[in-house]
């Protein structure tokens, strides 16, 4: 739609002049995007925090778990660059590789909850009746307790299964919100000439979903994986830090701040740079998230949103 | 209005039977006494650990539906069992109920009502420097999670009381030793054992509702109602009050059902960051032990608190919406 003004504004101003290109819908987000300033440095800064995170563990001259008994709670140096922790591990060795499980599982986790909330929102809406009371019965239930709790009893019998098993049970137990939210956008879209077609056409119903509905809240489950980037990235140390998460001998930024805060006051070299990424990565998700918002739909004055 | 909230209310009954039968069934599963009365120094011989186990009624070798069946005849009556170690879980309920209610009562009231006005007021004066302040704050306060959050205030203040060489700010447990007697020194001293974790609860729920209501508020201020209601004669001030704020608390209403899940955990993170003998501190050790009972009425606790604060949502609601109130 602006897309269209804008081009037609466009055709206005340079008529007679050089040949008009058409913007696309891509080039039109992109371009809002890029002018969002708060967007565009937290996108810059995620870009970092990934180069880091898998770069940085290739040009670390130590590995994340190796000892170096010569060099116990050593500051910042040309040898050791962020520092060396109590039993003499390299802080920067350790925290980039912190760093990368938390990205890879916050990324993972945010990918298959997305999945989820999807599927089962756009079903429950889409059918309605009793797949709807009973979809939307089992999404109450799962809200009545925080799912901190449920995570926490379960995780002792998940210590074997590794981290992929703490990603799914993440993603179980962070779908539900935004399922509820598809729901109600599929009952509207249910309700449209084109959906109505297909189904009076013979299509099936599952076949309507995935060609017809899904693509059209498409841009809304964009937004909510980005912050639900940052929001399993929060539960993920959160659920660490109190030892229900990744396990020792592997870090993330979870158990790195759990293991030095005591030391945070005396030896603050261990203790945050940790920390001090874990909120910058959090802060750049939402950015993106709140500048992807105004610039795939600005007609949504939304939390967060300042123009 | 009487009729929708008897029926939100059958309902989360029906949520809170479910949600506590599947609560022991899952922790039943999950968890293992066994392990904890195995792992004892000195060992205990098999048939002391059977023993401990059946009188606790978690010995792994019954059928789970006979434990089940056994634990829920007694909690209709009241009774949630014992503790691992053997003391009753009701009484250690009363005991922590209390620390926990007083920290979740203080950081609910101060975190929404400060978040609320917060946001009003930021949308009031879109745009200005206050405006810009207060939301680039929310969005750092937003992007630290609550447990690290209460981590840099624990740190922020030995760094202070260090700096200082005094003991202003204490944060260990609810009160000092020692202190008992006289009404003020004790109002003190709880008062300052409460700060740090109250402030580290609050400030999250503060950011995300301040967030929510700027924008509610927002959508708002244009409306006609609000130009007629300054045009029949009220100030501004009262307008916006009156029916600004009021309209735009209602879609406040659902985030704030959602908001208590996580202030929840985010008291759970707080209990045991600041040594408060609260429901949070006691479910983190309590899985550490693999006590089945206590973990159980742990989630009992939760699933109640939680249940009543989407009911407390749901009275918010019918009051503000007359369309709910009259239907």
């Known amino acids: ?307 | 209005m009487a009729a929708y909230l008897a029926k939100r209310l059958g309902y989360y009954a029906v949520l809170l039977l479910v949600a506590v039968c599947l609560s022991y069934l899952l922790s039943s599963l999950a968890l293992d006494p066994r392990a904890y009365y195995e792992g004892r120094q000195p060992p205990l011989s098999p048939a002391a650990v059977d023993h401990h186990l059946t009188a606790l009624g978690v010995n792994d070798h019954e059928p789970l539906t006979t434990r089940f069946l056994r634990w829920a005849g007694h909690a209709v009556r009241g009774d949630l069992g014992q503790t691992i170690d053997g003391t009753p879980v009701g009484a250690e309920f009363g005991r922590r109920i209390g620390v926990s209610l007083r920290l979740l009562l203080l950081g609910t009231v101060a975190g929404t009502v400060i978040g609320v006005l917060a946001g009003a007021w930021t949308a009031v004066r879109q745009y200005r420097i206050s405006d810009r302040v207060v939301t680039l704050a929310s969005f750092a306060l937003l992007s630290t999670p609550v447990f690290l959050l209460a981590v840099l205030l624990k740190i922020g203040a030995i760094w202070f009381n260090q700096t200082t060489g005094t003991e202003v700010i204490r944060f260990t447990g609810e009160k000092s030793p020692g202190v008992d007697s006289g009404f003020w020194a004790v109002f003190k001293d709880r008062g300052v054992h409460l700060l740090l974790p109250t402030v580290s609860i609050a400030l999250g729920t503060i950011a995300g509702y301040s967030r929510y209501q700027r924008s509610t508020m927002l959508d708002v201020l244009g409306s006609d109602y609000l130009r007629t209601a300054q045009a029949k004669g009220l100030t501004r001030r009262t307008a916006l009050l009156r029916h600004g704020l009021r309209t735009a608390l209602i879609p406040m209403s659902t985030y704030f059902s959602y908001g208590f899940l996580a202030l929840f955990t985010g008291a759970t993170f707080t209990e045991t960051i600041f040594g408060w003998h609260g429901m949070g501190e006691w479910f983190v050790s309590s899985i550490g032990k693999n006590d089945v009972n206590s973990v159980v009425a742990v989630n009992v606790f939760a699933a109640v608190v939680v249940l009543l604060s989407g009911f407390l949502a749901d009275v918010l609601h019918a009051a503000l919406d007359p369309r709910i109130r009259h239907a």
């Not at chain 1, 037609?8 to 819908?25: H, L, N």
């Not at chain 1, 889409?126 to 925080?146: A, E, I, K, N, Q």
């Not at chain 1, 802060?283 to 795939?296: E, S």
């Open chain 1, 1 to 307: 739609m602006t897309a269209v003004i804008e081009t037609a504004a466009a055709d206005a101003a340079g008529q007679g002049a050089e040949p008009i290109r058409p913007v696309g819908r891509a080039g039109v987000v992109l371009r809002r995007f890029v002018r969002n300033r708060g967007a565009l440095a937290g996108g810059v800064v995620l870009l970092l925090l990934f180069l880091l995170a898998f770069v940085g563990p290739l040009v670390s001259p130590w590995d994340y778990a190796h000892i170096d008994y010569s060099a116990l709670r050593e500051g910042p140096s040309a040898d050791h660059w962020w520092g060396t922790n109590r039993i003499g591990q390299d802080v920067f060795a350790q925290t980039v590789r912190g760093l990368q499980k938390s990205l890879v599982i916050g990324l993972l986790v945010a990918l298959f909850s997305t999945v989820l909330a999807s599927l089962v929102g756009a079903c429950a809406g889409y059918f309605g009746g009793w797949t709807d009371r009973v979809l939307m019965f089992f999404v109450d239930l799962l809200l009545v307790f925080p799912s901190f709790l449920i995570i926490a009893i379960v995780s002792p019998r998940l210590r074997g299964g590794g981290w992929f098993a703490f990603v799914a049970l993440l993603a179980v137990f962070g779908w539900m919100i935004t399922a509820r939210v598809v729901r109600s956008m599929t009952l509207s879209l249910k309700e449209r000439e084109f959906v109505r077609a297909a189904r009076y056409m013979g299509v099936g119903p599952f076949r309507i979903i995935w060609r017809h509905v899904v693509p059209n809240i498409a841009s809304f489950l964009i937004i909510d994986a980005t912050i639900a980037v940052g929001g399993a990235v929060m539960s993920e140390t959160a659920l660490s830090y109190f030892g229900f998460g990744v396990q020792a001998p592997d870090v993330s930024l979870g158990t790195l701040i759990a293991s030095t805060t005591g030391a945070a006051v005396t030896y603050p070299w261990m203790f945050f740079f940790a920390a001090g990424l874990l909120i910058v990565f959090v802060l750049a998700v939402n950015l993106v998230g709140d500048g992807l918002r105004d610039a795939i739909d600005p007609t949504s004055r939304r939390k967060g949103t300042t123009s």
